[in-house]
């Protein structure tokens, strides 16, 4: 581990440039979350979960220390899998030391959170968003601050007048995120690519994309650039125009999960039970298309994190654009949705009863529920048919998409 961050005791959170809380290293390698008091006291302060809304509309303020991980809240807002590791290992920490990993990766993580480790008497000791100074310039983790919360590697990157895409070498004030290919599976980003596109023509919003040849993206660690093929470069919604950082959490922080239990215990109609009375009509009816969409497609992997909420107004959430929309199915066969829809995984089809069950344990009407799912199936299957994003893919991804979307379509209930 880094000498400086052996020695951190806090971490600063900071939430649009204010400080709302501090995450406190206790003896044991626990951590432990408070708010400050002038943020509690606001009735004007900005959201920054709703898990952290309680009874009546109350901020809870009462929180239990945490073994090795930080709080759900700030654990889902690190990097799993591979990134991960290979962020843990560049910042000499171990991966599950998640206090130490969220020092390192503080100013650049999804939303309007920043982080900052704090000296013992309380002072910020490393670069945030802003630039404001280092107390040691070269340090390391300067380079490390191209950290995004998800599984595959992604890098935060700036988008060049030219139309290439650079990862800047301290990773900071990039407003895309480049997804490499899968070394396990064929054409993931031409998958996502389409399925992305598909969704936009069916009326679905999701962010801009771009499919980059691996070779064009500069500023990747070398087991990143030997890659072949393409990458796939999504716009960041949670940086507006000026790369100003726009807060936003998925439903994994939204029930205070921690990312590892991304797929237990919650379903969709729990998700929808949040919505109904959070964003009103809009957003929960988008959420039931782009669900049957989810189910049309074959996309297995549509687990809590795969949900989110912005926060324009820094207070009232509103559903984000849809995101890490893939065809699993071609993949794997068997696959199963991520979270149960209506007391069932299957991927093969929607029955009337089980949008009622969906329906009833979210306590939602379900005659504009049925409704929806008629319009969506009927629109993906026309628009499907006439795409042209899916010249991008393989001619045998492409079958067995197709083969997906019209089995799905026929096993829903006329």
């Known amino acids: 581990m880094s000498p400086d961050l052996s020695r951190v005791t806090a971490l600063a959170v900071e939430l649009h440039g204010r400080r709302i809380g501090v995450i406190n290293r206790l003896a044991g390698d626990q951590q432990v979350f408070a708010f ?24 809870v303020t009462t929180f239990r220390p945490h073994s090795t991980r930080v709080p759900p809240f700030f654990s889902n807002l690190l990097p799993e899998g591979h990134l991960r590791t290979y962020l843990a290992a560049r910042a000499s920490v171990k991966p599950e030391r998640e206090f130490f990993l969220l020092a390192a990766l503080g100013a650049d993580l999804p939303g309007a959170v920043l982080v900052t480790p704090l000296d013992h008497a309380g002072r910020p000791t490393t670069t945030d968003a802003e630039g404001r100074k280092h107390d040691d310039p070269a340090a390391e ?19 060049e007048a030219r139309g290439g895409l650079t990862i800047p070498v301290d990773g900071m004030g990039g407003s895309w995120i480049v997804k490499l290919p899968d070394t396990r599976f064929s054409a993931v980003p031409e998958n996502e690519f389409a399925m992305l596109e598909l969704a936009r023509t069916v009326g679905i919003a999701v962010p801009a994309t771009r499919l980059v040849p691996v070779e064009e993206i500069q500023g990747l660690p070398p087991a990143a650039a030997r890659l072949e093929d393409h990458a796939l470069a999504i716009e960041r919604f949670d940086r507006g125009p000026e790369g100003q950082r726009i807060h936003m959490e998925d439903f994994a922080q939204v029930f205070s999960v921690f990312p590892a239990d991304k797929y237990e215990g919650h379903s969709y109609a729990n998700i929808a039970a949040v919505l109904w009375p959070e964003t009103g009509d809009e957003g929960t009816w988008e959420f039931v298309r782009r669900l049957v969409f989810t189910v049309l497609i074959g996309n297995g992997d549509m ?10 107004d820094q207070r009232t959430p509103v559903l984000s654009p849809a995101y890490d929309f893939v065809s699993t199915v071609p993949y794997m066969p068997e696959d199963r949705l991520g979270l149960t829809f209506g007391q069932t995984r299957s991927l093969i089809g929607i029955s009337k009863d089980q949008v009622r069950r969906f329906a009833d344990a979210a306590r939602l009407p379900v005659s504009p529920a049925w409704e929806i799912v008629e319009e969506t199936v009927a629109r993906t299957v026309d628009t499907w048919r006439t795409l042209d994003a899916r010249e991008v893919l393989p001619a045998k991804l492409r079958d067995e998409i197709h083969r997906q979307i019209e089995r799905a379509a026929r096993g829903v209930e006329k």
């Not at 191209?146 to 590697?153: D, I, P, Y």
């Open 303 to 312: 687990h809590l994190k795969n949900w989110s909420l912005l926060y324009p």
């Open 141 to 159: 983790t300067a380079t490390l601050r191209f950290s995004l919360a998800g599984v595959q590697l992604k890098f935060s990157a700036i988008q």
């Open 36 to 59: 400050e008091e002038d943020y509690i006291e606001d009735p004007e302060r900005p959201t920054l979960s709703l898990s952290f809304k309680g009874r009546g509309g109350a901020l």
